[in-house]
Every structure is written in structure tokens, then in C-alpha cells.
């Protein structure tokens, strides 16, 4: 497992905030989604359950670097621009919403 802190400061005090990742999981339980391979280098698959939605991924600070519409069936997601690490993938259809670690080697 790793064990992921993060720092902020505004010039008064500071505040820390820690996560511990015990694995990364290849498919999203809830909601029919599934994401694939993770880890990837340049590119993932999402297979959406009925009525497609939409995939929106996030640093590990909360910031989105990247949204992306899927169709029922399987989406190709091409990861150009994004840098090496981890993310917070979510998936989101209908009344449903899953959520992942992505790893982008």
C-alpha cells in the first residue's frame, strides 16, 4: 500500500490531508461501468452500462484535467496531455456514479 499526503498553506497555518491506496481496482462495481487497463500509459476503455454518461477525470488535489461523453457500449478515452500518476476517475450515467483510481504510467 501507499500512503499519499498532501499539504496546504495559506500563509496563516497549514492543514494535511492523507489517503492510503491499498489497490487499484479494474472495474467499477456500481452502476454496470467499467474502466481498463489501469494502469495505462496513453489510452483507457470504458465500458458504459445503458444511456452512456460521462467521464470526468481528476487530480488527486480535486482539480478536472479532462471530461469526456460515452456512448452506451465501448469508449476508447485518449489520455493525451496528462502527465505520469494517479487520478480519480469518475464515471458518471444516469442515476448512477462510480468512482476509481486511474494510474498513468
Known amino acids: 500500500p ?9 500563509g496563516c497555518g497549514g492543514t494535511v490531508a492523507q489517503v492510503q491506496v ?7 462495481a456500481q452502476g454496470g461501468w467499467r474502466l481498463y487497463p489501469n494502469p495505462t500509459r496513453s489510452e483507457v476503455w470504458v465500458d458504459a452500462p445503458v444511456g452512456g454518461g460521462e467521464v470526468r477525470i481528476y487530480t488527486l488535489m ?10 452506451e ?12 500518476g494517479l487520478y480519480i ?15 498513468l504510467e
Open 2 to 10: 501507499y500512503t499519499l499526503r498532501f499539504y496546504g498553506f495559506n
Open 22 to 28: 491499498t489497490s487499484l481496482s479494474h472495474e467499477v
Open 62 to 71: 480535486g482539480q478536472l484535467v479532462g471530461r469526456w461523453p460515452v456512448e
Open 73 to 84: 457500449g465501448q469508449s476508447r478515452l485518449l489520455l493525451e496531455g496528462l502527465s505520469r
Open 89 to 103: 476517475v469518475r464515471l458518471i450515467g444516469g442515476r448512477t456514479v462510480g468512482q476509481e483510481k486511474l494510474l
